[in-house]
């Protein structure tokens, strides 16, 4: 369970206070520039963010921790942008993540190949650079490799169906869907109305300047028909 | 012996320009030195024949001075690290068989110290692939035809060739064609276990015609060593260096001629972590139609100097180059990169590119890049990109939102790659 009370970064938004709930799945919407990403980032702890209020998961007080300190308790964010590392392969940095010991290395490889296949990428993509000479598509997908490959107890997806073809945003829904279990969350940032329904997700947050608004799948019907402002 | 050689009074000399006596230097060393050189006992005798022409070259070097901080090559380089280092008589040449014996039982290795050259036993007799010409064992004649390849200039080859004048010459004949392509031939550079001493070592390497070699150069210094390598590229002739220089207490100062004949290729893959001074200059002169490429990546270890100097020059056409060196500095650290393109009127279709990428992993890092491009054609293709950059946030970033610990040495290590 995540929890934020009065959750604030400096010149973005204030005075969030919501609870994400262990085995549900939720969906974040907003005008742009409102924060979404910025949301995901500040519960990850983005040094440059100026945070204030109190962010608590599974009952771990979130505040004075680092960001790889959240990482290893089981938080996941998944880029909207993902930042290239050029010399450094996909499944090394997969490696280095999950400290896989040489023993685990073939069974780790192998699942992450069968995943990468699975997805459409490239043949030997476990050797390519990270996010690095790849389309948009490729790098989400890349995103969600990582997730599947990591022990992850809360995903914060920014906007994962961005740079996706048809198949690509069939394969995340599917993917996000097997994923998804009752000792998990899943958070996803998305105006994507298809992925929206894919997804079926337990509540949908709208965020504000000045706080959230939470309803259930209907809100963003609301959103789709009426806009941000009329909701 | 070489107590003062670095001492203030000879780098702050100045250098005449029109009176250099170079000239003299030259022939004293080239000829003088090796009269008399005729058998094989003289190993025995190594100190006593060296011992006098060392202390005249010490006088000619003091009367010339040393390199001049301020010449292009040191300009940031902290060549005053060299005033402070003391040295103190080397140990007699006879206990270095004993010292590096251990090469006899490797297979293509070779040790050089101090003008010393000890190989393992199979490079000894009549190996059709390599001929070793020892200048104390003899093959004087012979050597002489080599030493007009040593070019006197106003770098520290002057003084390593004063302090080494018995020059080792490794010839890889043309009917050796790949033999150390596919088993490299290993080259230590070494110093003996006498703590302080100077070490120098003046060597040529000729790769002849339509030979293609690899040397794996080892080199580790324990106290003070200078080297004055030369190598020669025949006309068709392939040569690969991978060298690597670690820290091993001692300083350092390497410098590297590659005369590149036409249709020769030249690769050079350097690592190194730096020392309390290290220098590494190589100086690659073109004929025609060579290609040339120079990759470093070097790891400059806390507190560590490191400064290469990268000087190609190109008189005549279709050359290629690509110089790319990156350099990561950590703390307290000082390193310095000039590249220098010399490219000639008549070396039309000239195709460079010199990158120097440098990484400081602190505050208390200094870190200089210096790309000099002399063009004097039209006709070329040539670029530049040299960069001084900090650990990129988001990099660290990323890594840390995937828990990773180790995130320095991960960004490093990509970067090196």
Request: one cysteine or more; charged letters at 25%.
């Amino acid at each position: 369970m995540l929890k934020l009370e009065n959750f604030s970064i400096t010149d973005i938004f204030s005075n969030v206070d919501i609870t994400f709930e262990q085995g549900k799945t939720y969906v974040v919407m907003g005008a742009n520039g409102v924060g979404k990403s910025t949301l995901l980032h500040g519960i990850m702890g983005r040094p440059d963010l100026d945070i204030s209020g109190a962010v608590e998961f599974n009952g771990t007080d979130l505040t004075e921790l680092e960001t790889d300190e959240r990482a290893k308790l089981g938080i996941f964010v998944g880029f909207q942008t993902p930042t290239s590392i050029p010399g450094l392969s996909n499944f090394q940095f997969i490696k280095q993540a999950n400290k896989i010991k040489a023993v685990d290395l073939k069974e780790n490889l192998d699942k992450f190949r069968d995943i990468s296949t699975q997805l459409g990428l490239p043949a030997e993509w476990d050797k390519r650079n990270l996010n690095t000479d790849a389309s948009g598509g490729e790098k989400k997908k890349n995103e969600l490799i990582q997730l599947l490959m990591l022990d992850s107890k809360l995903a914060m997806l920014d906007e994962p169906d961005s740079g996706l073809d048809v198949d690509g945003i069939k394969s995340l829904t599917e993917k996000l869907s097997n994923w998804k279990n009752e000792n998990n969350t899943l958070i996803v940032v998305t105006h994507y109305e298809k992925l929206i329904d894919g997804l079926n997700p337990d509540a949908v947050v709208l965020l504000k300047k000045d706080g959230v608004q939470i309803g259930d799948k209907s809100l963003a019907d609301k959103i789709f028909s009426s806009g941000f402002e009329n909701v | 012996m070489y107590k003062d050689l670095f001492a203030e009074v000879f780098l702050a000399k100045p250098i005449p320009t029109d009176n250099y006596k170079l000239d003299e230097l030259f022939n004293f060393t080239t000829e003088d030195l090796l009269d008399g050189i005729e058998s094989s006992n003289v190993v025995m005798s190594y100190n006593k024949v060296f011992e006098k022409p060392y202390f005249t070259n010490l006088k000619y070097l003091k009367n010339i001075g040393l390199p001049n901080p301020k010449d292009e090559q040191f300009n940031f380089a902290n060549l005053h690290k060299l005033y402070n280092i003391e040295h103190t008589p080397r140990i007699h040449r006879n206990a270095m068989h004993e010292e590096f014996s251990w090469v006899a039982e490797k297979n293509n290795e070779l040790v050089l110290v101090d003008g010393t050259i000890l190989a393992s036993n199979n490079l000894h007799g009549s190996n059709p692939s390599l001929r070793i010409l020892d200048t104390v064992i003899g093959n004087t004649s012979k050597q002489k035809e080599y030493v007009k390849y040593i070019k006197q200039t106003t770098n520290f080859t002057n003084a390593t060739y004063a302090f080494s004048p018995f020059v080792n010459v490794m010839i890889f004949p043309t009917g050796s064609k790949e033999a150390y392509h596919k088993n490299p031939l290993v080259v230590n550079y070494l110093n003996n276990s006498s703590i302080g001493s100077l070490n120098a070592n003046t060597t040529i390497f000729d790769i002849q015609h339509n030979v293609s070699a690899k040397l794996k150069e080892k080199v580790r210094t324990t106290a003070g060593q200078m080297n004055y390598s030369i190598y020669i590229l025949r006309e068709g002739s392939k040569l690969e260096i991978d060298r690597t220089t670690k820290d091993a207490g001692g300083w350092s100062l390497f410098d590297s001629v590659f005369i590149c004949h036409p249709n020769s290729e030249l690769k050079i893959k350097s690592t190194n972590t730096g020392s309390q001074y290290t220098q590494e200059n190589l100086y690659i002169h073109s004929s025609s139609s060579n290609k040339v490429e120079v990759i470093g990546r070097n790891n400059i270890h806390k507190g560590n100097d490191y400064h290469q100097f990268i000087h190609q020059i190109s008189n005549d056409v279709d050359n290629y180059s690509n110089i790319d060196v990156k350099n990561v500095g950590n703390e307290y650290a000082n390193t310095s990169f000039i590249g220098r393109y010399d490219v000639g009127a008549l070396s039309t279709n000239f195709d460079g590119v010199m990158n120097n990428q440098n990484l400081m992993l602190s505050k208390n890092t200094k870190m200089h890049t210096r790309p000099i491009l002399d063009i004097k054609t039209k006709e070329i293709q040539c670029q530049h990109g040299c960069t001084v950059s900090n650990i990129d946030e988001k990099q660290k970033y990323y890594l840390q939102s995937r828990g990773v610990d180790n995130i320095n040495e991960i960004l490093v290590e990509s970067f090196l790659c």
